[in-house]
């Protein structure tokens, strides 16, 4: 079996930054007996946030806030009520890990929507990045995921009529092709209305895309492919719809004891195994799985 790892697999800028700071902050908890916590999950990766806990980094919401302890604030931002409720308190120490590309999107909608845009969003209403989002918009804004294209257009429709200005934003995670979909879509409608203005930016994380990229050219080339990453993770979810469309023997699993059986059957059958991990995949975990994949061999 030939085993090979798609370029630009694994952490991203993003996460690495964030890992950086949170090693930071536990280093600096331990000299100064402050109790460390993750308000929400750091990354989506269980098994990253397990290992944490082992630490003794647990993960919190917003409510369960304790004075003179280190909160550290998850990569995928945080709503503007809660940075309000932790500015409220004196005896904590944060630490923001929030995603420069997600902080960009924050500042984008922030400024469109004070001069009267209503802001159009492409990704999931339910995903903490989004919730983020929304929080810094003062106006109007109406939220659209890919699978609801279809059974959301008449919505869509209204939204963009009813507003003059729309500026349109893309979860970082999303899929380019989705998003072009949505602007062609939303621009074709907003073009056949007297005196309505379309903008749009370009917020699709780079990282993301070159991962996509590299990603579904590998899995063209090899009988069968693994996706490495979290289960709630939403680019490893996008990750793995590109490699699944390219090969049908694609598997998504979060460590090798995920496979089951007759997986392992597919995988010691197959000439060659690519793998592809999501942003939130550290290193050795993309080492555990090529060190699997290779014993299979035998």
Not at 14 to 24: D, K, M, N, P, Y
Not at 207 to 222: F, H, I
Request: glycine share 8%.
């Amino acid at each position: 079996m030939k085993i090979v790892v798609a370029g630009n697999s694994g952490v991203c800028f993003g996460v690495r930054r964030a890992f950086s700071l949170l090693e930071e902050a536990v280093s600096d908890a331990e000299k100064s007996g402050k109790k460390v916590f993750m308000l929400g999950p750091l990354i989506h990766n269980p098994r990253v946030i397990a290992q944490y806990a082992e630490r003794g980094v647990d993960v919190i919401d917003i409510d369960s806030i304790r004075e003179n302890s280190c909160v550290v604030i998850r990569s995928h931002g945080i709503t503007k009520d809660e940075r309000a409720k932790l500015d409220r308190f004196s005896g904590i120490t944060l630490v923001d890990t929030t995603c420069p590309y997600v902080q960009r999107i924050h500042q984008l909608v922030e400024k469109r929507s004070k001069e009267g845009f209503a802001v159009l969003i492409m990704g999931d209403r339910e995903h903490s990045e989004v919730r983020g989002i929304t929080s810094k918009i003062t106006g109007a804004f109406f939220v659209i995921h890919p699978a609801e294209f279809d059974s959301k257009n008449g919505k869509l429709l209204d939204f963009i009529k009813t507003h003059d200005k729309i500026f349109a934003v893309a979860q970082t995670t999303s899929r380019p092709a989705n998003y072009d979909f949505l602007l062609k879509r939303s621009r074709k409608i907003a073009t056949e209305l007297p005196g309505h203005r379309f903008l749009a930016a370009e917020t699709i994380c780079t990282a993301t895309l070159k991962r996509q990229d590299s990603a579904g050219e590998l899995a063209k080339k090899v009988g069968s492919m693994v996706v490495i990453g979290g289960k709630i993770s939403s680019n490893t979810a996008k990750l793995f719809q590109v490699v699944s469309e390219k090969n049908s023997s694609s598997f998504w699993v979060e460590s090798p004891e995920d496979f089951t059986s007759s997986d392992i059957e597919i995988l010691k059958n197959s000439e060659s195994v690519g793998i592809t991990a999501g942003a939130s995949t550290p290193d050795e975990q993309i080492a555990e799985m090529k060190s699997f994949l290779g014993s299979l061999n035998g």
